[in-house]
């Protein structure tokens, strides 16, 4: 269980790697960050290409520990490759759009979950 987990972070570290901590459920207890389940905190960091970007973060996220937990973060948001297949997804979305519109056709709904499959509903 994530709950009531403490945590603490290196925020000079953070600050001069320019990251920013956005805090989800956790809250403030006596200095000490508490847990409230889990996706605790975001890490956020803009750089000039996908690799320095994904590196700062890894670095910023390496100064965020737990003494009573193994802390877990997903690696693959914010990568080169889940962006590119956001993107592609994206794409094949506007691509059924634009088909739909160059012929005319009635009314459509198009569903897509993150991982997931697209869903296409038609009302026409």
Not at 7 to 26: A, N, P, Q
Request: one cysteine or more; proline letters at 2%.
């Amino acid at each position: 269980m994530a709950r009531g987990r403490t945590i603490t972070m290196d925020m000079d570290k953070i600050r001069k790697l320019s990251c920013e901590v956005y805090f989800g459920s956790v809250v403030e207890e006596g200095g000490r960050y508490k847990t409230l389940g889990s996706r605790a905190v975001e890490v956020l960091v803009v750089g000039r290409t996908y690799e320095e970007a994904y590196e700062r973060v890894e670095n910023c996220i390496g100064s965020i520990k737990s003494p009573d937990w193994q802390l877990i973060h997903r690696r693959d948001i914010g990568s080169r490759e889940l962006i590119e297949k956001r993107i592609r997804d994206a794409e094949r979305v506007r691509a059924v759009y634009r088909w739909r519109r160059e012929r005319g056709l009635g009314r459509v709904r198009i569903d897509w979950v993150p991982g997931g499959e697209i869903t296409i509903y038609d009302y026409a």
